[in-house]
């Protein structure tokens, strides 16, 4: 998708972009598998990374059946589906859930995990739609 040309960095700075691609990768894999981390933020951040140290990854991770639709939306339709939205927040709706009834919570941490939890959600709730890029042009 990028198709532009390795960015003019020293080989030390893109591969630490590499390893931070990588870490934030292995973030959203782990957002995917727990109910208590949402993967797409980390699935972005890794995206970030990579078009700016190895592009051809990124056209890899924008290809991959999982991780690809929701990267395309962001990155080229400017948006996020309705879908995915509401996926996320029932992720983050159960993770809370999951936490209250496992661990021992103070009351005040409670609080402070719901305005968290309800500023997440207004946040992902205001993300607009994908449009379509061919309509704008």
């Given at each position: 998708?990028?198709?532009?040309?390795?960015?003019?960095?020293?080989?030390?700075?893109?591969?630490?972009?590499?390893?931070?691609?990588?870490?934030?990768?292995?973030?959203?894999?782990?957002?995917?598998?727990?109910?208590?981390?949402?993967?797409?933020?980390?699935?972005?951040?890794?995206?970030?990374?990579?078009?700016?140290?190895?592009?051809?990854?990124?056209?890899?991770?924008?290809?991959?059946?999982?991780?690809?639709?929701?990267?395309?939306?962001?990155?080229?339709?400017?948006?996020?589906?309705?879908s995915v939205k509401l996926q996320a927040i029932a992720t983050v709706i159960v993770?809370?859930?999951?936490?209250?009834?496992?661990?021992?919570?103070?009351?005040?941490?409670?609080?402070?995990?719901?305005?968290?939890?309800?500023?997440?959600?207004?946040?992902?709730?205001?993300?607009?739609?994908?449009?379509d890029p061919e309509k704008d042009s």
């Amino acid at each position: 998708m990028s198709e532009s040309p390795i960015p003019p960095l020293d080989w030390s700075k893109r591969l630490i972009y590499l390893g931070l691609a990588s870490f934030f990768f292995l973030l959203a894999i782990v957002g995917i598998l727990m109910p208590i981390m949402p993967a797409t933020p980390f699935l972005l951040v890794t995206s970030y990374f990579l078009v700016r140290s190895f592009p051809k990854l990124n056209d890899l991770l924008l290809k991959a059946p999982y991780f690809g639709p929701i990267l395309y939306d962001w990155e080229v339709r400017k948006g996020m589906r309705t879908s995915v939205k509401l996926q996320a927040i029932a992720t983050v709706i159960v993770g809370w859930a999951i936490s209250i009834w496992l661990f021992p919570i103070p009351d005040w941490a409670l609080i402070l995990m719901g305005v968290v939890l309800v500023a997440i959600v207004v946040v992902i709730s205001f993300v607009p739609a994908p449009h379509d890029p061919e309509k704008d042009s």
